[in-house]
T-cell receptor, first 116, second 113 residues
Framework: AQSVTQLDSQVPVFEEAPVELRCNYS??????LFWYVQYPNQGLQLLLK??????LVESINGFEAEFNKSQTSFHLRKPSVHISDTAEYFC??????????????FGQGTILTVHP | EAQVTQNPRYLITVTGKKLTVTCSQN?????MSWYRQDPGLGLRQIYY???????DKGDVPEGYKVSRKEKRNFPLILESPSPNQTSLYFC????????????FGDGTRLSIL
């Protein structure tokens, strides 16, 4: 991908509310898409990934993301958030073809803060 | 336990004093990479390595060096650190470059005074 844009730098929500973290990418080739989560003072952990097949992918802790090729988006959603979901979330894309195959590009990150 | 280990976790040093941040992985991964994380900029790739003795520049390589003499280790070297290299650094590894997700270390926070 030439670029990955996360449209919100910070998203505050109340506990048990739904949340959507937005991610758009720009690329002249097909891409693999990822969401990573970073808890305070820790490295990034893979949350979910889209490689091919079903455009809706889910994580084990209730998050889901949908690959929309026409809108070049990969938004992350959760129907009901918990305090423990407070973290920074990064969208990332890997070029799946072309001369820059395998190049990984990260978005700027979105800080999700869940309030009681 | 599968992991990527970085050392040190925290370092405060002065301009011009050479430093090395070590990175080691125990997963027999071929691909390793270094990133720096700065507020509002996300993670930017510094250098990467597709295998032993094969390294290449990422998006922001200036002021950094790397080496890959063994598969498990990928140290990041700052020959003459400057204040603009103050940042949070992450090492990552994956089976190969491409569709494989990366495993990240816990990060090294460098402050260059």
């Amino acid at each position: 991908a030439q670029s990955v844009t996360q449209l919100d730098s910070q998203v505050p929500v109340f506990e048990e509310a739904p949340v959507e973290l937005r991610c758009n990418y720009s690329s002249s080739v097909s891409v693999y898409l990822f969401w990573y989560v970073q808890y305070p003072n820790q490295g990034l952990q893979l949350l979910l990934k889209y490689l091919s097949g079903s455009t809706l992918v889910e994580s084990i802790n209730g998050f889901e993301a949908e690959f929309n090729k026409s809108q070049t988006s990969f938004h992350l959603r959760k129907p009901s958030v918990h305090i423990s979901d407070t973290a920074e979330y990064f969208c990332a894309a890997i070029n799946a073809g072309g001369t820059s195959y395998g190049k990984l590009t990260f978005g700027q990150g979105t800080i999700l803060t869940v309030h009681p | 336990e599968a992991q990527v280990t970085q050392n040190p976790r925290y370092l405060i040093t002065v301009t011009g004093k050479k430093l090395t941040v070590t990175c080691s992985q125990n997963m027999n991964h071929e691909y390793m990479s270094w990133y720096r994380q700065d507020p509002g900029l996300g993670l930017r790739q510094i250098y990467y390595s597709m295998n032993v003795e094969v390294t290449d520049k990422g998006d922001v390589p200036e002021g950094y060096k790397v080496s890959r003499k063994e598969k498990r280790n990928f140290p990041l070297i700052l020959e003459s650190p400057s204040p603009n290299q103050t940042s949070l650094y992450f090492c990552a590894s994956s089976l190969s470059q491409g569709r494989q997700p990366q495993h990240f270390g816990d990060g090294t926070r460098l402050s260059i005074l």
